[in-house]
Every structure is written in C-alpha cells, then in structure tokens.
C-alpha cells in the first residue's frame, strides 16, 4: 500500500486532476497515490508547485483609471466638453473653465455611486480553516489549509471546517451544509460505496470545502482543491456574472443622449439661422454654448445620486443596508421576490411542535401541553447540549430544540440530566441513532433517539403498534416537520453499563415521536399580504425538501392564487421553467441548486420581470449577483452572500424586504418628481436664447450662460434634493407594479414639463425681461453693451430674467410635489427641507444680485422694487396654473 511517493511525479497530478470521487475507493486511492500513511511530504511539495495553493482565486477590480473614463465620457459629459470647447475656441476663459468644473463635480458625484467593490470572491476565503489536520508519512500532522493538495489524506472531527473537498476512506460525520445546500437540518457523511445518478452534493461518502462538521470522526481523501472545489467553482460562477445596469441607470443613459442629440441638432439648424440673419460668428458660438448648456441638466446626475443616497440612509434605519445607490430605485420596480425559507420567512431557529405517544395519539406542543413525563425525561437525557457563559443553551439546533420543548427548568434538568448520566453513544451518521445511559431510582434507563426508520429496527413492536407508528410518521410528515422517534429500555438493578452500543440499543421500547418545526417569523404573513396588495408574487427557492417548504408557504399566505411545488429544481428544464414563471401560481423550488438559482434569476429577467433574491449561504452568491436586487441575511447570512449581494438585511426579516420595496417605490416617484422639476426649467433657459438667434441679435441675450450655470448647479440644487425627501403619496402599496418598460421619463411627465410649468414660466421671465428693457426706453436693435446708455439697464433685465427663473422654480417646486393630489392634501409644510431649500434658493439669488464681487462675475445688477414686486408673484402663477391642470385631471377621472 505504500504507493503514496513513487514515481511519476509528473502524471501525478495530472491523474489527480482527473480524479472523479464517485468511483470505486480503492482506484481513487490508485488514482491519487495516496495510500494509508498518506502523501510524503516531498509529493505534497510537488503537487502543490503544480496545483497552486488551496484558496480561491480573487477577482480582478476594474481600475479607478477606468471608472473615471467611463464617468469622463458619458453622453451629458461628453455634450459639456463640446459646450466647453466652443467657449475655449470663442475666447470666454471662464466660462470655459466653469463648464470643465462642471463636468469634474458630475463625474465625481457619479463615482461615488459607482465604485462599489464588490468582495464575494475573496469573503469565500473565511470559509477556509487555517490549518487542517493530515496523515502525511505515515504520522499526523497540523499543516496550512493553502498547502492541502489533492491525494491528501485528512482527519476531520465535531467543530471542524472541512479544509477541501474529500471522499470519506472511514468513519462517519453529520455535517451543517447549509452554506452550500440551503437545508437547514444536519447531514449525513458515511465512509460507504456511493449512490448511483444523484448529484455530487448529495454523494453519502463526500465532503465539501467550507461545511462544518456537527458530529462524529472520519478520514477522508482530498480530490480537490483551491478553484476546483465546489466553493471555488461558487466563485467562478459569481465571477462570470457581470452586474448590469439597473433601470434608472439604463433609462437615464438614453434619455441623455436623446438630449444630446436634441441639443447638437438644435444648435446645428440654429447656427445655420444665425448665419443667414447675419449673426456674427461669436454670437453664433455664444448661442451654440447657451443652447448646449441649457439643455444639459447638469444637476441630474449629482442630484439623483445623493437623492438615492438619502434613500440609502433611511433604509438603513429600517434594517436595510443598500450597497449600490441604483438599487434603490430598482427596489421600487420589483415585481417578484425569489425567497429562500430558512432564516428569511422562518426564524431558524427549531422548535419542539408536535408529538406523539402510543396512548394520546398527535398532540400539539405547548406550554399547557408539554410531552408526558417519561417522553421529556428521554428527549432531555438524549442530548449533549450544555449552557454557554451568558446562560443560553448551546449545541446542535435539534437537540436544543428537544430540550427546551421538553419542559421549563432548563438550569436544574440541564444539572439532573449530567448527575445522572452514565454513558453516551454519540450520533453515529450510519446507525442514525443515538443512545444514553443514566442512573434512576437504582436502575439503568437507556433513552435512544434517531430516524424513526432506525429506531423501529431495534425496537419490539407488534404489527399493529408498527403501523399506527408509521402512519403516525407520515402524518407528522406531511405538516413539514422533522421527525424523530424515541425508545427507552430499562435495565434491572445490578446489570452493568453496555460497554457497546449495540449491547444498548436494542429491545428498545417505543414512546413516543416528536415534530420539530421552524416557524414563520410573525411578521411575514402579513408581509405577504401586502407584496400581493402591490401586484408582487412571491416565490420560494430553498435546497430544503418541498413538504417542508410548501408547509411554510401556505402558513405565510404564499400561493395565491395557487400554489405549485416543484420538489427536484435541478431537473427542471428551460422550456418548463418559462412555462412555470410565467404562469399565474407562486412556485416552490426545492431542492435547488446554486445554478437553479441562476436558472431561476435568468428565466425572470428573459422575462421582463424585475427580480430580487434573497440567500444567505455562499450557493447563493451568483444568483445573488444576477439577480437585480441581491437580498442577503445579515445575521445568519454568510460574508459570501452578503459580498455579492446589494442589499443586506439586519434583521434578516422577509417583512424588511417589502419595507425596503415600499421606500423604493417612494423614491423612484421622489425621483420623477425632481427630474420633472429640473426638466421644467429647460424652456425657460433655452427660449431666450432662441428668441436673440431668431432675432438676429436685434433682441440682447435675455440670460447668459454663466447665469444658467448659477441656477442649475447653485439655486435648483437643494429643492431637488428636498424634493427627494418628499413622504410616500397614499396608496402607493396598492398599486401594481409599474412596467419594466416604463421609463423614469415618460411622454406625460415630459408634457407637464415643457408643456405647462416650462412653458407658463418661459413666459412669465421674457415678460420681465422685455418690460425692464421697455421701461428704459429700449427698442430692438438698440445697442446694450458695456458704456453704452442702455448697458446698465441690459443688466437689469438679464437680472430679472434670473431672478424670475428663481422664482419660477419655487412655483414648480411646489407643483413638482404630487402628481394627482393637490397642494392642500400633500400639506404646504409637510416637506420642510423643502421649505429649507426655498429658503437658501432666495439667498443664494440675492447675492448673486445684491453682492458686488457676484455682480461682476455674472453680470448681475440690484433690481427695483417694482420689478421684484411682479416677480413675487410669478410662484403662485407657476404653481396655480399646473393646480388647475390637476384638478381638470381629477375631475376627468372621477367622471370617468
């Protein structure tokens, strides 16, 4: 056998590498030269030349150079760099350098947004032990989990982390694999033949990197390593999934360039009637700059971003921690959520929910109805659960579970049960029992536990009292419980303690079975209620058993208006899945696997559906990541899942979810409602320099650029933020979801934009530009410029356009604050940042107005009283027209 370091160092590790774990051992063993004493230490140092070490590779970040560039050249940006260009090329210096400020601020706004690193690759490394104990040259050894290589021969015990992914050679383990698996309960890993045709997870003689062992010993054969294991392959599938844009990023690409194509075509047929006017080429060229830049919202992108961020913020106090900004906005278009059970509707946390004695028949568990004497004694000698330092009992969850639904006095049965107690016989994963022995009133009594189907194995029963058993079982079964039966047997004063368990356990007497259930968290039936209220259907995809899932979703409310489970996800073709998705029931995937999840995630997005998915184990990491809102735990849930996923859960409750898809929703309406007041100021900049184009410079420019940069960047500014902050409209969880098609800039929002409030105030401001020219005596074609007779009163009127656009955008603001309902029903003092931003709006104009350093720099001058005195009204007409709109709306609606 010790053909663990002969020759062919070099078709070692390509054998190794071709390893398949499901064969026979002995030729597994021939395959990777590993025999009982192991790898010497010189086959180890070779192969892991050749292998590498066992860690899973990290991903590649995109370069800062590159997100800068991607930021750099964005349409808006690249429209700002022409509009710049031309001002070089006209010689206006600063205006030049202001528009280069500009476009510096947005893309740094932009990157904050972007430059999420994303870590689910490296967080799979924490999964790994840091060292695991081997068999090499014959001894055993502690070497570095990154120096393990396939053909090593690796000793695993209760409390490990298995350190690769390893074929058993002997012994017996119960493993927690949730973390790949999604099962909540422990598995079994036996040193035994394998299984024909079911899938390398499920393998009885395997263990997989990253899983903790619960119980038991065993040796077992690495075949893989590093990448190659499940836990890497986890990786690589994280990694091939790119993140896409969400629907607000995709939606303002394009309405960006539909601006700019708009902006560029409008200057090209302008500059073309300036020439055949006779304007000259710096006016052309000042014309071309205002138009750009009037059509530029160059607030959009900062605003939206720290809009999104406000967002952020107030979900995080809900319990929603959000690590794209986007993301919040695509909360508010989900319309399915793709749930795992354990731990997000269920507490994970196993109870004690019914039982069952040969005498009283299926009992439900309570407080009022604890198991009789003689099963709680059993139930609490057969366990190893012992009291941390703060008190709470630790151990296996099912043994916790049987302890305390056993009975109150946790403390003085905890010490009854240790008093007593002479022996243990541990769970053993084949058996799938486990035995006590402990001292009562001078006699032995022996408390077994363990799958029913092994316990009556060894116990003597009639065949009538067997099969009310197993009708027993199978009733409790089908609630979705995990059933366990307990035996005892008594043993007469003097006999010994069983030195072996199989001198124990056997003719064994039956007492009892015990149902053991993770309940719903309280919150989420009605959490439920309301997804269905707002048009989301809710679908469940576990690697639990679909009994048990299909339980938990009734109990929820999940199923309207059916229910259809599909109990092996992994056999579930495309064309079955396309059909299932998009039919009208809410759908159990059980059984699923991490490429199900992908499979699942994909299908809905083929689909038009807007997805979030919840996980917490490291399999849930890709689906995390393709999903459009990867929802991870964040008590439960491992670094994994929560690296690769955009929003993590605090309290890793389903009812955060609908919380956060409510906020969402919220926002993407705040949102429309500050890009319809942006949007609103767009014709009244740009219809005064239309109006000096088309007059052929016979009409001075009304407003200049310098000005135009003023209110986008400086006064509109916080009444947009304060309108991101805006309290949700009623009713706006019991509307469906809006239409993956629909976009954030709709035909409607454009009309009320340009149509109405662009329009009226477009008006109102050329209105009190011509009256402060007319008043001074101007007639068109007069000379304005600097020394000239009219060139202090050219400055007021381009002042008072300003300060009439100022205050314009409070009437819009106003108006931008509903969509349907009026003023009075929003309340005027409701948003009190809003107000805020009024406030500093105000201010910020007036300096620019009244303070002389300002005045120089943008060609401002101080305004009479009865200028300022027609311009005070100009909100209440902005905001009163576009109320008249709404209330003709609403009638319309109510006649209809």
Not at 8 to 15: G, I, V
């Amino acid at each position: 056998m010790a053909h663990h370091s002969v020759a062919r160092p070099e078709s070692k590790p390509d054998a190794a590498a071709a390893a398949n774990p499901e064969e026979p051992l002995p030729l597994l063993r021939k395959e990777l030269g590993t025999g009982d004493r192991g790898l010497s230490a010189r086959e180890a140092a070779r192969r892991l030349a050749v292998y590498g070490p066992n860690e899973v590779r990290r991903h590649e970040r995109t370069s800062f150079v590159r997100l800068l560039a991607g930021q750099l050249a964005h349409p808006l940006a690249l429209l700002l760099w022409g509009a710049g260009a031309l001002a070089f090329i006209a010689g206006m210096q600063v205006l030049g350098w202001a528009i280069l400020a500009v476009i510096l601020v947005n893309a740094a706004f932009a990157l904050l947004q972007e430059h999420q690193a994303e870590r689910a690759v490296e967080a799979l490394a924490a999964y790994l032990p840091e060292q695991a104990r081997v068999v090499r040259d014959g001894r055993r050894q502690a070497v570095d989990v990154a120096e393990l290589v396939p053909g090593d021969l690796v000793v695993i015990e209760e409390g490990d982390k298995v350190p690769a992914d390893a074929r058993l050679t002997d012994g017996a383990l119960e493993l927690d694999m949730s973390m790949l698996t999604g099962e909540s309960a422990p598995v079994e890993r036996v040193a035994a033949p394998g299984q024909e045709g079911i899938a390398l997870l499920r393998e009885p003689n395997l263990v997989f990197s990253g899983t903790t062992c619960t119980g038991g010993e065993a040796r077992a054969i690495v075949f893989a390593t590093g990448g190659h294991t499940e836990l890497g392959r986890i990786a690589a599938l994280s990694q091939r999934a790119p993140r896409q844009d969400s629907p607000l990023e995709s939606q303002v690409k394009k309405v960006a360039w539909l601006i700019a194509g708009v902006a560029i075509g409008m200057g090209v047929v302008f500059l073309l009637i300036g020439a055949l006017v006779g304007l000259p080429l710096r006016d052309a060229l000042m014309f071309a700059i205002g138009l750009l830049v009037a059509n530029v919202p160059e607030g959009l992108l900062p605003t939206i971003t720290l809009a999104l961020a406000v967002g952020v913020r107030v979900l995080a106090k809900q319990g929603a921690v959000v690590k794209r900004l986007s993301a919040v906005e695509t909360l508010g278009s989900t319309n399915v959520i793709c749930t795992d059970k354990t731990g997000t509707l269920t507490q994970n946390r196993m109870r004690l929910h019914t039982f069952w004695t040969p005498d009283a028949g299926t009992v439900t568990a309570s407080e009022d109805r604890p198991p009789p004497p003689d099963l709680a004694q059993a139930i609490t000698d057969c366990t190893t659960v012992s009291r941390g330092e703060d008190g709470a009992l630790q151990g296996d969850p099912t043994e916790i579970a049987l302890f305390e639904g056993a009975g109150p006095d946790v403390a003085e049965r905890l010490a009854d049960r240790d008093s007593r107690r002479r022996a243990v016989f541990r769970f053993d994963a084949r058996l799938r029992l486990m035995s006590t022995v402990a001292e009562r009133d001078d006699r032995l009594l022996i408390s077994v536990k363990g799958a029913p189907e092994s316990v009556l194995r060894h116990a003597d029963l009639t065949d009538d009292q067997r099969t009310r058993m197993l009708a027993a079982v199978d009733e409790l079964a089908q609630k979705g419980l995990r059933v366990l039966a307990v035996a005892v047997r008594e043993l007469p004063s003097g006999r010994q303690v069983p030195e072996k368990r199989e001198d124990a356990e056997e003719d064994l007497r039956l007492i009892g079975l015990v149902g053991l259930y993770d309940p719903p968290r309280p919150q989420v039936a009605a959490a439920v209620r309301r997804c269905h209220d707002a048009g989301l259907r809710v679908h469940i995809v576990t690697g639990d058993n679909g009994t048990t899932a299909a339980a938990v979703a009734r109990e929820v409310g999940i199923g309207v208006p059916e229910l259809r489970v599909v109990a092996e996800s992994e056999e579930v073709h495309d064309h079955e899945l396309d059909e299932l998705l998009t039919g009208p029931a809410e759908i159990v995937f059980a059984r699923s696997s991490p490429e199900t999840k992908l499979k699942v995630a994909d299908a809905l997005r083929a689909h038009g559906q807007i997805v979030a998915m919840t996980g917490d184990g490291a399999n849930d990491a890709p689906a995390l990541h393709q999903a459009h809102i990867g929802v991870a735990m964040g008590r439960s849930g491992t670094d994994v899942a929560r690296e690769a996923s955009t929003m993590v859960l605090t309290d890793d409750n389903f009812a955060t979810i609908v919380t956060a898809i409510e906020s969402g929703r919220r926002v993407y309406d705040n949102v429309r409602k500050f890009i319809l007041y942006i949007f609103a100021h767009a014709i009244p900049e740009i219809v005064p320099f239309l109006i000096f184009a088309l007059s052929g410079g016979l009409v001075p420019l009304p407003l200049t650029v310098l000005q135009i940069l003023a209110i986008d960047l400086g006064t509109e500014t916080l009444p947009a933020l304060a309108l991101g902050r805006e309290p949700a409209e009623p009713g706006i969880m019991s509307r469906p979801p809006r239409p993956s098609s629909q976009g954030v800039i709709s035909r409607d929002m454009l009309i009320r934009a340009w149509g109405y409030l662009g329009l009226v105030s477009a008006v109102l401001v050329m209105s009190v530009f011509f009256y402060v020219l007319w008043r001074a005596g101007w007639h068109p074609g007069d000379a304005t410029g600097s020394g000239t007779a009219l060139h202090h009163a050219y400055l007021a009127a381009t002042t008072a356009t300003f300060a009439g656009l100022v205050t314009c955008q409070i009437g819009t603001a106003m108006a931008s604050r509903t969509d349907h309902a009026s003023l009075r029903q929003v309340g005027l003092t409701s948003n009190p940042l809003l107000l805020a931003g009024i406030g500093f709006e105000l201010l910020f104009a007036a300096a620019l107005i009244y303070l002389p350093p300002f005045q120089h720099l943008f060609g401002t001058a101080a305004l009479p009283a009865d200028v300022l005195g027609i311009i005070a009204v100009f909100p209440f007409i902005v905001w009163g027209t576009d109320e008249l709109r709404r209330w003709f709306r609403r009638r319309r609606a109510a006649a209809g």
